[in-house]
T-cell receptor, first 113, second 116 residues
Framework: RKEVEQDPGPFNVPEGATVAFNCTYSNSASQSFFWYRQDCRKEPKLLMSVYSSGNEDGRFTAQLNRASQYISLLIRDSKLSDSATYLCVVNAYSGAGSYQLTFGKGTKLSVIP | GAVVSQHPSWVICKSGTSVKIECRSLDFQATTMFWYRQFPKQSLMLMATSNEGSKATYEQGVEKDKFLINHASLTLSTLTVTSAHPEDSSFYIC????????????FGPGTRLTVL
């Protein structure tokens, strides 16, 4: 089983649509969770951290369910500029004072005019 | 804040040469930096954890003698790809966090290496 699994995508949605991304992780000791976006041939950029209480940033809402080891990202009122690959990222303690980020393969979103 | 730079942004070299990539945290200090590699249409894969003042920790399958890491100061880590071969062609990205390795990471813009 992959450590971080995401919807395979791609998602092609019209402007204004609401789109949801799902992610599951296998390491129950994972401690922090993030959504990043990555544009083609660019580095990942932090979109938002994800908390158990859920958090919202404008059109973006992230949810975490530790019991189910499930993370979600909801984008409302999609814009053309939201087109990117969305990466689910999990951080876990890897021993000897070290931490390790594990990335999902990403889900590609294309917002269509 | 939390800006990470990388240099060079791209490099083309001949097979057998060595290439050094620099990663700098511009507005914070980082005792830990991370080096990743990303092949086309693949996810980022952690290569090694760079620790200031001590040896890097390499992931399984990553040759430490081929990928030399030096964390010379709290704002600079370097990755040297020694005797590069075409299969080493990839997108190399570093990251660091102003709050510590257990928190959100900020990524450098990446270095695209092409080995002919």
């Amino acid at each position: 089983r992959k450590e971080v699994e995401q919807d395979p995508g791609p998602f092609n949605v019209p402007e204004g649509a609401t789109v949801a991304f799902n992610c599951t992780y296998s390491n129950s000791a994972s401690q922090s969770f993030f959504w990043y976006r990555q544009d083609c041939r660019k580095e990942p950029k932090l979109l938002m951290s994800v908390y158990s209480s859920g958090n919202e940033d404008g059109r973006f809402t992230a949810q975490l369910n530790r019991a189910s080891q499930y993370i979600s990202l909801l984008i409302r009122d999609s814009k053309l500029s939201d087109s990117a690959t969305y990466l689910c990222v999990v951080n876990a303690y890897s021993g000897a004072g070290s931490y390790q980020l594990t990335f999902g393969k990403g889900t590609k979103l294309s917002v269509i005019p | 804040g939390a800006v990470v730079s990388q240099h060079p942004s791209w490099v083309i070299c001949k097979s057998g040469t060595s290439v050094k990539i620099e990663c700098r945290s511009l507005d914070f200090q980082a005792t830990t930096m991370f080096w990743y590699r990303q092949f086309p249409k693949q996810s980022l894969m952690l290569m090694a954890t760079s620790n200031e003042g001590s040896k890097a920790t390499y992931e399984q399958g990553v040759e430490k003698d081929k990928f030399l890491i030096n964390h010379a100061s709290l704002t600079l880590s370097t990755l040297t790809v020694t005797s590069a071969h075409p299969e080493d062609s990839s997108f190399y990205i570093c990251s660091a966090s102003p709050r510590g390795p257990q928190f959100e990471q900020f990524f450098g813009p990446g270095t695209r290496l092409t080995v002919l």
